[in-house]
């Protein structure tokens, strides 16, 4: 406790109990699993997604073992957080002109990007494509659509 002018005084300072300490870290403790377990749920729900698209679309082909697949959904995970944001910006004339539509194009462009990167030639986690769009066009438009439903059956955690 501090006196007059801010000098400490003689008094003892208040001490936490052993609870309230416990309590205090738990708290702080709780904010990081809710972080890490968002993070797991919206890894898992990619890679749900990219699953049902992998199953669907006859293009795409998975071909490794399950942590491979996780290792695809984190970097669907990171193209739609920094390269998506890039496409959509520089193509914002195509979506205006288009009312919309050109944002499927930049989906399966960004699932393209997520093909090449896992596919045989950089990372081989497994990932493959034929031919260059009509696989990942529809591939990405079943992706949005799993993504919107999953959207749907969990709760907001903000």
Not at 120 to 123: I, K, N, T
Not at 130 to 144: M, N, Q
């Given at each position: ?9 003689t ?28 993070f797991v ?13 992998v ?63 896992s596919g045989?030639?950089?990372?081989d ?27 749907l ?6």
């Open positions: 406790m501090r006196g007059l002018g801010g000098w400490p005084t008094e003892k300072m208040p001490r936490r109990t052993w609870l309230q300490s416990l309590l205090a870290g738990a708290s702080r403790n709780a904010i990081g699993r809710v972080a890490r377990m968002k749920v919206i890894l898992l729900s990619t890679a749900a997604s990219l699953g049902v698209a199953w669907l679309v006859g293009g795409l082909e998975f071909s490794g073992v399950w942590w491979e697949f996780l290792i695809v959904a984190a970097i669907m995970g990171l193209a739609n957080a920094f390269a998506r944001p890039v496409i959509t910006f520089f193509s914002i004339p195509f979506i205006i002109v288009t009312l919309g539509l050109f944002l499927l194009i930049v989906n399966a462009l960004v699932l393209q990007l997520v093909v090449w990167l045989p030639s950089v990372l986690l497994g990932l493959t494509s034929t031919g260059f769009f009509w696989a990942t066009f529809w591939g990405s438009v079943v992706i949005s659509v799993v993504g919107w439903i999953i959207g059956a969990l709760p907001d955690v903000d």
